[in-house]
């Protein structure tokens, strides 16, 4: 304190003014990236560009730094124009194929990636990719020319994580982890791939150690809403995502990604505006139009985007099993139907997923397909507990329950269905009516038919009920259906069918098991046909009323 006193008064003064200037100083692009503020040095690089002060150096890190920002677009042109002039670096054919590579543009990456010298660099990205080119052969070769070093090792755990080998990829990140604690975004590559084991409770442990430090993080905020998604439901998903909207709308990076995901918490909504342009772009957008269209019914454009897919993960087996079952069931084709059996048996069959439950609802649909209800019944009951309040489950296990015989249990579970287009669909009615008929409730069962407008459907469920009713002895609706369908079809077997019914039910009136009163309403029945056999019926049935006191 002594010695600072000492200096000259004045001389403190144009210290302090000095330090304020330099306070003041606009920073160089050198320091702005240097702490990683890549739209700042781009700014600044801007500026002296149209200042006219831009030198081929200042020419590569605006490249750089619109690179970082992840505006691809606009380094790949950077990096085409310094190729045009006079003697660029040969390094610049190698970065112009990074841009290339996150453009989608593969094959041209991998000629300017072989146009530039031999680096670790360049051999990352053609290890990149020789996986996307499917190309194991090559995709060795590069693998054993990585080193153990901190670049080539985390190439290696995104092509792990690229082959879904995400066990392989935690294992590379935790180690790098153990020797660099302050790299901590390696804690949202780690979360992520517990995301795709699905342990969104652990990923979401991993991840708070980053968010903790970098709380508006565009990927680990994405990361946490699609946490929240599988753990709890949209719109606790889509909360975390509102503080990202704003800056989404102007920043390249993950905006494609936003508005993807922003789709899907949504239940699909604006589907159409956004999916399709980002089917090549991100790989979840293709399928995830896939599950849109099976929505809406429109098996055949789902179809279409999936049939010429190769699928290499389980949720890709189990779409295509998915829409082939779809086209199956609609077009009657035992092709279609045998695929998708195919792939449901390749998913429920397999070490890593036998145990969860998509690999039970695999062999369940496989087991469905082949017809096979007590298998299907072993993996259902198994999982049952997850699904309690959902109608897709319900209503496939209500028809597994029904198709062995359990009614009483299939009509409890039928009921527990909310949909109104599960409801209306006519496999729902027609098995629902049979457990009616087969659970003593043939006037539910008749019912629901009076309901129904007239279509084919009406005319299949009035058949299903005059059979099962037959069958169970119910014959007063037995005869009612097969009157209603002897009028819409004179076929000679709706008519056997109604004598018999109307029969059946004279003896349970004999045998005190109808109302006696009914005997006036068989008569009308049985005088709507033209039949020699009318006459013989109703004559033995009006001496039996007039001997019981029954008006007729």
Known sequence: MILSRSKPVDQTGKNAVRKQENKSAVPTYEELIQKRDFQGGLTVLEFERNAGKITDESDLWLAYCAFHMGDYNKAYNEYKAILKKPNPLPDVYTYLACCQFMLGMYTEADESAKKGPKSRLQNRILFHLSHKFNDENRLMGHHQKLQDILEDQLTLASIHYLRNHYQEAIDIYKRILLENREYIALNVYVALCYYKLDYFD???????????QYPDSISALNLKSCNNYRLYNGKAAESEL?????????????????????????????????????????????????????????VQEAYNLIKDIEPSCPQEYILKGVVNAKIGQESNSREHLKVAQQYFQLVGGSASE????????????CFFLLRQFEDVLIYLNSIKSYYYNDDTFNYDFAQAKAAIGAYKEAEEIFMLIQSDKVKSDYCYISWLARCYIMNQKPREAWEMYLKMDTSGD??????????????MGHFYYAAKAFDL??????????????RGA??????????????????REIIVLLRNTSNPQVE????????????????I
């Open 202 to 212: 652990v990923s979401q442990e991993v991840l708070i150690n980053y968010l903790n």
């Open 502 to 519: 109307c029969v059946g039910v004279f003896q349970q009136i004999i045998a005190g098991r109808e109302p006696k009163e009914t005997l």
């Open 536 to 551: 013989f019926l109703t004559k033995t049935f009006k001496k039996w009323g007039k001997d019981n006191r029954v008006t």
């Open 242 to 298: 509102k503080s990202l909207l704003e800056e989404v709308a102007t920043n390249h990076y993950a905006s494609d990604l936003i508005k993807h995901n922003l789709v899907v918490f949504r239940s699909g909504e604006g589907a159409l505006q956004v999916l399709p342009a980002l089917v090549d772009v991100i790989p979840e957008a293709r399928l995830n139009l896939v599950i849109y269209y099976l929505k809406q019914d429109n």
């Open 458 to 471: 009406s005319f299949s469920l009035l058949q299903l009920i005059a059979n099962d009713c037959y069958k």
């Open 354 to 365: 036998c145990d969860t439950i998509p690999g039970r609802q695999c062999m369940a649909a």
């Open 485 to 498: 369908l002897e009028r819409l079809d004179s076929s000679p077997e709706y008519w056997e069918g109604k």
